[in-house]
């Protein structure tokens, strides 16, 4: 049952990318708006709506139940799928706002995927196969849209609306499989807590409880984010920076050695009963992510490896730290000291400022002293940079909740138990 759980998730968030990246695989080269070129704006018009429904959701999904979760997938995505019509009928600047429309309700996807899967005694494993989705997705469904324009001489206008269609039929088949998954059992309780709705009340207790934790957490996130998405958003421009011509199999490649070292890697954490080790052991994980991703950019400069190479190793560090923050640490974090509540609030918490974060780089870059800095060049300075400071964040942080374990075992009963009907 959770292999098929984990299935199904994974299909279903796949098939939600293919709403959402694949006109990343398009440059709109010549294609200017107010002095900035409109695949930027796609981008920013795109990630804002993304965020803004990251802050709604920090509400909706941790006040989230089970009723019609299944439907609102199905609607959510249909509203983005409008979104790519618009895009491709109406004049720029106003198929701008279209893009912004389109991702609005994506970024409500992932809460009501995993909600099917958070507290579970194999939460790890799903959440991996679920998780992975976030690269093999991107490159697959970008690769769909570049064949679309090579091949069939799709335009860039109608290629994102035209991929979406292709993967309607797979959508509502999964989000009808998912919707049959049984609820956690009493064997998952135990080993997980109970996962419950949180008011606004007892978010804020949660929130006040591991307030330094969460905030350094969330500000590697934010970093973690940012260059997840330049990556991801501009692939292209990257690799045509490396004077490496583009084709549709290209991007898919790097990405699929990426998804088994990762989904390798997290699945197996499956196999550590004990929720406080794990956690700690995530965030190992983050660093080591963090240090590859350095290593590697230092590497490539002084050519020892080949772009290639580079693309995967950065690719593989940037996700093993971006990863765990989608789910698994936080179930971990909520398992490990018997709170009551859900994933979904830390999720959206951080994903929310995660957003923010990323389009204010992007912005900064567009706007500020850096707009004629390369994406390549920006990109390779940012992982210096950037990952730097979040290792030391994350060193700070695992010191932190070290020592909230002990503090919590000094306890007779954990302090944020919250009464709810089961």
């Known amino acids: 049952m959770s292999l098929f759980a984990a299935t199904m998730a994974f299909l279903t968030y796949s098939s939600m990318y293919a709403f959402r990246k694949p006109f990343a695989a398009a440059t709109f080269e010549g294609e200017i708006f107010w002095g900035l070129d409109?695949?930027?704006?796609?981008?920013?018009?795109?990630?804002?709506?993304?965020?803004?429904?990251?802050?709604?959701?920090?509400?909706?999904?941790?006040?989230l139940k089970p009723e019609k979760r299944s439907v609102s997938i199905l609607a959510l995505i249909g509203i983005s799928w409008l979104g790519l019509f618009g895009f491709a009928v109406l004049p720029t600047p106003i198929n701008i706002l279209c893009i912004l429309i389109n991702g609005f309700p994506l970024g409500l996807i992932w809460g009501l995927v995993f909600h099917y899967l958070e507290g579970r005694r194999f939460t790890e494993m799903m959440g991996s196969i679920l998780a992975v989705s976030f690269v093999f997705s991107s490159g697959f469904v970008?690769?769909?849209?570049?064949?679309?324009?090579?091949?069939?001489?799709?335009?860039?206008?109608?290629?994102?609306?035209?991929?979406?269609?292709?993967?309607?039929?797979?959508?509502v088949i999964t989000v009808i499989l998912l919707n049959q998954i049984p609820p956690p059992n009493k064997k998952d309780i135990a080993l997980r807590s109970l996962r419950t709705p949180m008011s606004k009340k007892e978010r804020k207790l949660f929130f006040k409880e591991f307030t330094p934790g969460i905030i350094l957490l969330v500000l590697v996130y934010v970093v973690l984010t940012a260059l997840r998405d330049i990556r991801d958003n501009f692939a292209v421009e990257i690799w045509e920076a490396m004077k490496i011509p583009v084709h549709p199999e290209l991007l898919t490649e790097t990405e699929i050695p990426i998804t088994l070292i990762l989904l390798i890697m997290m699945g197996l954490l499956v196999l550590i009963k004990n929720n406080k080790k794990a956690l700690y052991l995530y965030h190992w994980i983050i660093i080591a992510g963090?240090?590859?991703?350095?290593?590697?950019?230092?590497?490539?400069?002084?050519?020892?490896?080949?772009p290639f190479l580079w693309v995967v190793l950065t690719g593989t560090g940037i996700y093993m730290g971006y990863i765990p923050f989608n789910?698994?640490?936080?179930?971990?974090?909520?398992?490990?000291?018997?709170?009551?509540?859900?994933?979904?609030?830390?999720?959206?918490?951080?994903?929310s400022f995660g957003y923010l974060g990323s389009v204010s780089i992007v912005a900064i870059k567009q706007f500020g002293m850096l707009q004629d800095m390369s994406w390549h060049l920006f990109y390779t300075q940012g992982i210096l940079i950037l990952l730097s400071i979040g290792m030391g964040m994350m060193l700070f942080t695992l010191g932190y909740f070290k020592r909230k374990a002990t503090n919590f075992s000094k306890k007779p009963t954990p302090q944020l138990v919250f009464n709810h009907s089961v």
Request: hydrophobic share 55%; net charge positive.
């Open 327 to 351: 789910c698994l640490l936080f179930d971990r974090l909520i398992a490990s000291y018997k709170s009551a509540g859900n994933v979904g609030f830390l999720m959206y918490l951080a994903d």
């Open 38 to 63: 409109l695949k930027v704006w796609l981008i920013l018009a795109q990630t804002f709506g993304y965020m803004a429904s990251k802050f709604y959701g920090i509400k909706v999904i941790s006040e």
């Open 142 to 171: 970008k690769s769909m849209g570049k064949y679309l324009m090579d091949e069939w001489q799709v335009t860039e206008l109608w290629m994102p609306f035209f991929t979406g269609g292709l993967f309607v039929p797979l959508l």
């Open 290 to 306: 963090m240090c590859l991703a350095i290593g590697s950019t230092v590497l490539m400069q002084l050519n020892i490896i080949p």
